[in-house]
Structure formats: C-alpha cells, structure tokens
C-alpha cells in the first residue's frame, strides 16, 4: 500500500513538473513567434522578416528545444534511477515477504529429531509419551509391590524353613544322641560293664 502510494506521488509531482517546464519554454516560444510576426513588415499579401530577426529566433527556438531535450534527458535518467530504485524496493519487499513466510512457518511449527512438525502434532507426540512414561512407571511400581510382596513372603518361608530345618537339626542330633547312647548302651551291655 505504501509502495503504491509512492509511486503515485512520485509520477504525479515528475508529471506536474514537467509541464510546468514545458509550458513555460512554450510561452516564451509562442512570444518570440508573436513578436516576430508583429514586427515584420508585409509585401503584398507575404510577411517579410528580417534574416537577422529569424536567425536569432531560430537559434532561440533551437536553445529552447535543446534545454528542452537536455530536461527530457535527465528527467528520463531520474525516472530510469526510481524504476531501478522501485525494482529493488519491490524485490526487498518480495524477499522481506519470503522470510515472513518463512519465520511464520517457523513459529507456528518445530523441528523433532530433524522434521518439521506442526505445533500441534508436536504436542499430540510430547503428551501421548507423558501419559506413556506415567502408565510405564505405574506399571512398575505395581510391578515392584508385587516383587516386594513375594520377597516378604519369600523371607518369611525361608525364616520358616530355617526354623524348620534348626528344629529338624535339632530333633536330628537329639535323635542322633539318643542313638549313640542306645549303641553306647549295648556296646556296654555286650562287653559286660
């Protein structure tokens, strides 16, 4: 929008000023032609100018034409230098437009493990593995209960068994003793003490 406005400001103060320059040249132009007509004599039904008079307006008419072309010339360089200049505007404007596109993208989406996701996508990923880490850790603290459960357990029967296999020792060596003592006994018995 901008851009267009300058563009319009720009050919319509150039036009302005030209044709302000032009009419001016024209006048004066007009004034020496008037002039010379006034001043020149008649034969018969002819005007008659005097060579000097038409040699100083043709080289006046040719000064005139000459500024005229000179104001032309740099007037066409000046515009050729604001195309050149509204060309470049118009590619910065493009490639500023380019890297908005871009940036925009950019933010509205997220680079994961070297794709470009969108937002969105981006969040569907990061809460399906939250609420897979959460599931996964439950699992393991029901999984650790579980284990600690039967190792409690585990211990107890062991404890048992200990006192189980102590008691059998013991009913064992009280067993063992009692049988030694029958053989003692009967050894005793057969040697006569």
Do not use: P
Not at 92 to 106: D, H, R, T
Not at 154 to 160: L, S, V, Y
Not at 169 to 185: A, V
């Amino acid at each position: 929008m901008k851009l267009s406005n300058l563009i319009h400001c720009f050919l319509f103060l150039s036009i302005t000023a030209f044709s302000q320059e032009v009419d001016k040249e024209t006048s004066s132009i007009t004034e020496e032609f008037d002039k010379v007509y006034k001043t020149s004599s008649s034969y018969k039904e002819f005007k008659v100018i005097r060579k000097v008079r038409f040699q100083d307006l043709k080289s006046k008419v040719s000064d005139s034409i000459e500024q005229i072309n000179k104001e032309l010339r740099i007037e066409n360089k000046k515009n050729i230098k604001l195309e050149q200049d509204l060309n470049n505007i118009i590619k910065k404007s493009l490639q500023n437009n380019l890297e908005m596109v871009q940036a925009i993208n950019e933010k509205k989406s997220i680079s994961f493990f070297g794709f470009q996701l969108k937002k969105s996508i981006y969040k569907i990923i990061i809460w399906f593995t939250i609420i897979l880490l959460i599931f996964t850790l439950f699992y393991f603290i029901y999984q650790f209960k579980n284990s600690y459960k039967v190792v409690s357990i585990a211990k107890k029967e062991r404890i048992e068994a200990e006192e189980k296999l102590a008691t059998f020792k013991k009913n064992s060596l009280e067993r063992e003793q009692k049988l030694r003592r029958k053989i003692q006994d009967e050894i005793n018995k057969q040697r006569g003490v």
